[in-house]
């Protein structure tokens, strides 16, 4: 949604925002490929990114910047998911890994796991005559 002041001069006379740069693929995939190694750029390195990719200094300068607080977002939102992980209890965590379709051997010992209410059914157990 944009803020007020973005659709034109108010009543203050105030200015017109910049509108929203839509990046081409290519430069978000050669700005991406360059994030990978490098999380902060000199400026030296930063004007010529920006020359070759037919952006200006600041443009680099803040997708960077978006960049980097997306990447702690993400991070932050991993962290909290093994923390919540971490507080069940093993039996409902082999139970997901057997949803999962590949049980650890470390959770589930046994065929099926511990207490998960999972069983097989005669035709499934092999008796050696």
């Not at 017109?16 to 700005?31: D, G, N």
């Not at 020359?51 to 680099?60: F, I, S």
């Not at 093994?82 to 650890?104: E, K, N």
């Not at 097989?120 to 092999?126: A, L, T, V």
Request: aromatic residues 4%; contains cysteine; glycine residues 8%.
């Amino acid at each position: 949604r944009a803020a007020p002041e973005a659709l034109g001069p108010g009543p203050a006379g105030r200015k017109r925002r910049k509108s929203r740069t839509a990046f081409t693929a290519q430069q978000v995939l050669e700005l991406e490929r360059r994030f990978v190694f490098q999380k902060y750029l000199a400026p030296a390195e930063r004007d010529g990114l920006a020359t070759r990719l037919g952006l200006a200094n600041a443009q680099v300068v803040t997708w960077f910047q978006n960049r980097r607080a997306k990447l702690k977002r993400d991070v932050e939102e991993m962290r909290a998911d093994v923390a919540s992980l971490r507080m069940l209890s093993p039996q409902v965590l082999c139970s997901l890994a057997l949803l999962d379709g590949t049980p650890d051997p470390g959770l589930c010992p046994g065929p099926a796991g511990p207490d998960t209410g999972l069983q097989r059914s005669d035709e499934e157990i092999q008796v050696d005559d």
